[in-house]
């Protein structure tokens, strides 16, 4: 009876200092914080080098943050921004040091020392609101930037600006492969495009909704990396989902399931066309393995739902990054 007694107060104290199992790696939460020794912050836009990834950008209304160490320790770089509520963060895809910022109020800057110190680009009598901008993939002095009023381009880094289309610019995107074609998403008017650098426009909004006010005008242009005539973009209104398979001359709503959650930014996975991920105002970030056919949520390790931005970067590890309100800077490794 005592070796009994004995023998299961051994297996008892046995079960009690054993330690809890290690959870497996695919187990654990998607999303992990790097914000570093930053506060965390609302980020409304993000970006990195192309050739780097522990390079890394955020807008917010606080200004300009660079880590260079994949988010482990961050520093403000506001030298020289009249204005520190942040719209738009890009690094221009030709030279990885000169990087653009918008603002909302002051216009558009620019820096050439990878954003130590920030010149303004911008005209007095152009609307100030920045909303969108891209570069030429192929030229690197030409620049379009889009505003609450309209669209302009510059084909000198910005010292001169030509205005081409008035309202409210949602989107601006380059094709691919044709330096001269460019595609703009208006407010209440839809998209355009253009194939000779901006003298000429025609609309392509055959297969969009109709709405009270208007067509839906895109918030993201995305383009499959494989086939540029495949592109989708999130349209304005009822925040839905739209594929054309024909460089933009029909359009077919996808992805109805995520119609009610008010998607806002839309980015495909440049090494994998099937590859598609929306954000939602506030229910979460979503992704799609079959080009936009089927949906699930991917949110854990998130502390919140309310999503201000995202974006992809495939350099080094591939990882996602995701800007929420008032939370900071997630990442996600693409396995």
């Known amino acids: 009876m005592k070796r009994i007694i004995l023998y299961m107060l051994l297996i008892f104290l046995c079960r009690c200092t054993q330690k809890n199992p290690v959870v497996p790696e695919t187990e654990k939460a998607d999303w992990c914080s790097i914000n570093g020794d930053m506060e965390p912050l609302t980020v409304q836009t993000i970006a990195a080098y192309s050739n780097a990834a522990e390079y890394i950008y955020i807008g917010t209304y606080r200004g ?18 009249a204005n520190f509520d942040v719209t738009i963060l890009k690094v221009h895809p030709l030279e990885s040091g000169i990087v653009f910022c918008g603002t909302w109020g002051k216009g558009l800057y620019m820096s050439l020392d990878g954003g130590e110190e920030w010149q303004w680009i911008w005209q007095a009598n152009q609307d100030p609101r920045i909303t969108a901008l891209c570069m030429s993939p192929n030229d690197k002095d030409v620049l ?23 309202g409210r ?31 000429t426009w025609m609309k392509l909004n055959n297969g969009l909704a109709d709405e009270s006010f208007g067509k839906p005008a895109p918030t993201c242009i995305c383009f499959d990396p494989t086939n540029p005539d495949i592109i989708y973009i999130e349209t ?21 399931i995520l119609s009610p959650f008010k998607v806002f930014i839309l980015v495909v996975n440049p090494e994998n066309p099937s590859d598609i991920w929306a954000a939602t105002e506030k229910n979460g970030i979503w992704r799609s393995l079959d080009g936009g056919d089927t949906w699930e949520e991917i949110s854990e390790g998130l502390p ?3 999503i201000k931005s ?15 309100v008032g939370k900071g800077l997630y990442k996600f490794t693409l396995k």
């Open 310 to 324: 995202l974006y992809i970067n495939t350099s080094g590890h591939s990882a996602v990054y995701t800007g929420t």
């Open 169 to 199: 610019v949602m989107s601006i995107a380059y094709h691919p492969t044709k330096p001269q074609t460019v595609f703009v998403g208006i407010r209440y008017q839809g998209i355009y495009k253009t194939v000779n650098n901006g003298l």
């Open 304 to 306: 919140t739902k309310e």
């Open 236 to 256: 304005t209104g009822w925040h839905d989902i739209y594929k054309t398979e024909d460089g933009g001359l029909n359009w077919i709503m996808v992805a109805n």
């Open 64 to 81: 300009v943050f660079k880590s260079i160490n994949g988010g482990n320790n961050w520093l403000e770089k506001n030298d020289g921004l």
């Open 144 to 166: 379009w930037c889009g505003t609450e009023n309209g669209v302009y381009r510059s084909q000198n880094m910005g010292q001169t600006w030509i205005k081409y289309l008035s």
